[in-house]
């Protein structure tokens, strides 16, 4: 079965830090791969995407994610996070088919301290 | 851009009885609909999918007889949590595909249900 996993479950960081979330999958075959953010208080948004081409894939925000196939990792970056970037933020794949249905990871929680 | 609503956004309910949720893409057309369930400090999982015109498919171990889905028009899909236990108390989120883009999916603010 697909199975999704991030890795840190609770992060701290200092405003100007660096961001590094990691996010693993399990599924042989072709995969779109995406990062989603809940802001406290609102609905998931997409950060960015991958479905194919260059494996450094840039969002919104700053935000910026590199594809591995070797290594089925999909980790989130950002160079230097801000405040405002407190929030929940969700690894997740789309596997086998045009289905639409999404795989999400566990969710990491990122506290940005002023 | 493209909004996906849910209603209501809290509700309360007794042990037994039966409570629906609705949810509506407001500015797009969806065929296609998707339920998740997320539980405190955990992910969201996927329920089941709603299909315009057309039974839902529900993913494995969820029980399709206590979550009704039902995908009326293209723009509101309804999911109907039966004879409700304090087990089904949990965060309800469903997303939409906008046009032809199954991988582009947008996710309503959820529904918080809680059943005593």
């Known amino acids: 079965a697909q199975s999704v996993s991030q890795h840190n479950h609770h992060v701290i960081l200092s405003e100007a830090a660096s961001l590094e979330l990691g996010c693993n999958y399990s599924?042989?075959?072709?995969?779109?791969l995406f990062w989603y953010v809940q802001y406290p208080g609102q609905h998931l948004q997409l950060l960015l995407k991958?479905?194919?081409?260059?494996?450094l894939v840039k969002g919104i925000k700053g935000f910026e994610a590199e594809f591995i196939k070797s290594k089925f990792s999909f980790n989130l970056r950002k160079p230097s996070v801000q405040w405002s970037d407190t929030a929940e933020y969700f690894c997740?794949?789309?596997?086998?088919?045009?289905?639409?249905?999404?795989?999400f990871g566990q969710g990491t929680t990122l506290q940005v301290k002023p | 851009g493209a909004v996906v609503s849910q209603h209501p956004s809290r509700v309360i309910c007794k042990s037994g009885t039966s409570v629906k949720i609705e949810c509506r893409s407001l500015?797009?057309?969806?065929?296609?609909m998707f339920w998740y369930r997320q539980f405190p400090k955990q992910s969201l999982m996927l329920m089941a999918t709603?299909?315009?015109?057309?039974?839902?498919?529900?993913e494995q171990g969820v029980e399709k007889d206590k979550f009704l889905i039902n995908h009326a028009s293209l723009t509101l899909s309804t999911l109907t949590v039966t004879s409700a236990h304090p087990e089904d108390s949990s965060f309800y989120i469903c997303?939409?595909?906008?046009?032809?883009?199954?991988?582009?999916?947008?996710f309503g603010p959820g529904t918080r249900l809680t059943v005593t």
């Open positions: 599924y042989g075959g072709t995969v779109n």
């Open positions: 709603s299909n315009e015109g057309s039974k839902a498919t529900y």
């Open positions: 991958y479905f194919s081409g260059d494996p």
């Open positions: 500015d797009f057309q969806a065929t296609t």
């Open positions: 997303s939409a595909p906008r046009g032809g883009l199954y991988y582009e999916q947008y």
């Open positions: 997740a794949v789309n596997a086998g088919g045009n289905t639409g249905k999404l795989i």
